[in-house]
C-alpha cells in the first residue's frame, strides 16, 4: 500500500557531510510523524530525529547540533541532512513514516535501509 524510497547514505571521511532522502508513495491519504532510525552492528536500532505534521522537528541527544531534518510535504519526502559526521555515526539509516490511507488505515511504514559509513 506504501512504498518508502530511501537514498543518499555513502563513504564520508569524518567531519564530512550527507543528505538522506525518503520517498513515500502509493495510498496515501495524509502523512502524520516522518523520522530516521539508525542501526550499528551489534546495537539496538534507534530513533535518530522525527518530525511530526505540524513541523516542530526531535532529535537525539547524540547528534542535536549537527543533524537536521526537514521534510517537504507537496513531495512526501523527508530528509536528513548530516553535518560534522563522525565515525560513531556510522549505521544503517532507515526512515520511518505514519501514514493515514485512503481507506483511512494507518500504516507505520519502513524503508529499505541506507549504510552510512563515516571512516578516513
Known amino acids: 500500500q506504501v512504498q518508502l524510497v530511501e537514498s543518499g547514505g555513502g563513504l564520508v571521511q569524518p567531519g564530512g557531510s550527507l543528505r538522506l532522502s525518503c520517498a513515500a508513495s502509493g495510498s496515501i491519504f495524509s502523512i502524520n510523524a516522518m523520522g530516521w532510525y539508525r542501526q550499528a552492528p551489534g546495537k539496538e536500532r534507534e530513533l535518530v530525529a522525527v518530525?511530526?505534521?505540524?513541523?516542530?522537528?526531535g532529535y537525539a541527544d547524540s547528534v542535536k547540533g549537527r543533524f537536521t531534518i526537514s521534510r517537504d510535504n507537496a513531495k512526501n519526502t523527508v530528509y536528513l541532512q548530516m553535518n560534522n559526521l563522525k565515525p560513531e555515526d556510522t549505521a544503517v539509516y532507515y526512515c520511518n513514516v505514519a501514514v493515514t490511507t485512503e481507506r483511512l488505515v494507518i500504516v507505520d511504514s519502513w524503508g529499505q535501509g541506507t549504510q552510512v559509513t563515516v571512516s578516513s
Open positions: 518530525i511530526k505534521s505540524g513541523g516542530r522537528p
